[in-house]
């Protein structure tokens, strides 16, 4: 899986770090995990996807999320929980390595 791991700008305007790739052993679906910068409501998880969908606005195209800049930034803890952003569930993620996760969703 490649290292996606950095800052990215929602198309709204808001601001995310990106802490990298989790995979559901269950479903083999992809996620995203990361965070908000602009408020403290911890980490999130979104489909892949999704996160790398393009969105139409004022009849153009752009990314969903669009890279900023890179960031090594990693998770100190194993194991811990993230929010799926559609659902609002609390997911139970563990860390392989950093920028790669594991769910069991």
């Not at 995310?16 to 998880?45: A, H, M, R």
């Not at 892949?48 to 139409?56: D, P």
């Not at 803890?77 to 563990?94: C, G, Q, W």
Request: hydrophobic letters at 40%.
């Amino acid at each position: 899986m490649p290292d996606i791991r950095g800052i990215y700008k929602h198309f709204k305007g808001g601001s995310y770090e990106v802490f990298g790739i989790c995979s559901s052993y269950k479903t083999n679906q992809v996620f995203v995990l990361y965070k908000p910068l602009y408020n403290d409501t911890g980490l999130w998880l979104r489909l892949f996807s999704m996160f790398f969908s393009k969105v139409t606005v004022d009849g153009k195209l752009k990314d969903r999320f669009a890279f900023m800049e890179h960031a090594d930034d990693m998770i100190a803890e194993k194991r811990f929980s993230a929010l799926h952003s559609e659902t609002h569930e609390k997911i139970d993620v563990i860390q392989e390595t950093p920028g790669n996760f594991i769910i069991n969703l």
